[in-house]
């Protein structure tokens, strides 16, 4: 897949004021340290398109990012360690949840993890979630270049095995950098064949 165009669209706390549920789209969301903004940027060879920042949390919306005119890449706040308090934390775990589960055109869930980490319980309980609310998730793993290629292999390998634990079997899953745009290609790709598959919802019938 090219990317020809990345639009901002909206940024949002209600799921009742998305935008309309016509085109598949495709959440992304991690722990708020994990490089999720800078990964979406490189996807779609933007820099400047999802804000990135160096204080956790940045992320507090709903943000929609329309690409090619086709599909949703949509920009989740991140869980765990933002320096918020504890009401505006539990304010936003409810409308996130509220969104994985009542969005009709969610297509799948890209659940971000740093590479460079051995299997993290919040991480691991967040899989475990989706898993609970049969919610299609996708791993992908960040910040490759920051160390060896075997390094990764063995925390990805750790994590997966973590899974297990819950799934028969592990989701499909990448390894990615954004500085050197390892694995957006392929990313892209997965993407591309479930657009491919998409149905539009039928709102004809509904009142």
């Known amino acids: 897949m090219i990317i020809k165009s990345a639009t901002f669209v909206s940024s ?20 708020s340290n994990v490089g999720k903004s800078s990964l ?11 804000k990135t920042s160096q204080t956790p949390g940045k992320t507090q919306l709903i943000n929609h990012f329309l690409i090619n005119e086709e599909w949703y890449i949509v920009d989740l ?14 304010a936003w775990e409810k409308f996130i949840r509220r969104y994985l589960l009542l969005r009709e ?19 691991l309980d967040f899989c475990y979630w989706l898993g609970e609310q049969r919610v299609p998730f996708m791993l992908v793993f960040t910040k ?3 160390q060896s290629q075997a390094q990764s292999d063995a925390n ?34 997965a993407i591309d064949e479930i657009n491919a598959k998409f149905q ?8």
């Open 12 to 31: 949002n706390n209600r799921v009742d004021k998305l935008p309309a549920p016509a085109l598949p789209e495709y959440a992304f969301i991690g722990r």
């Open 40 to 50: 979406i940027n490189a996807l779609t060879g933007n820099r400047h398109l999802a």
């Open 77 to 90: 706040p991140g869980y765990g360690f933002a320096k918020v308090s504890k009401s505006s934390r539990a």
């Open 105 to 123: 055109n969610l297509q799948c869930v890209f659940v971000l993890i740093d590479s460079r980490h051995e299997p993290q319980k919040i991480d």
């Open 144 to 146: 490759a270049d920051k």
């Open 156 to 189: 990805i390998g750790k994590f997966r095995k973590a899974l297990l634990q819950w799934f028969e079997e592990t989701p499909p899953h990448f390894l990615t950098s954004a500085e050197s745009r390892l694995g957006c290609a392929e990313l892209l790709t």
């Open 200 to 207: 539009p919802i039928d709102n004809t019938d509904r009142r």
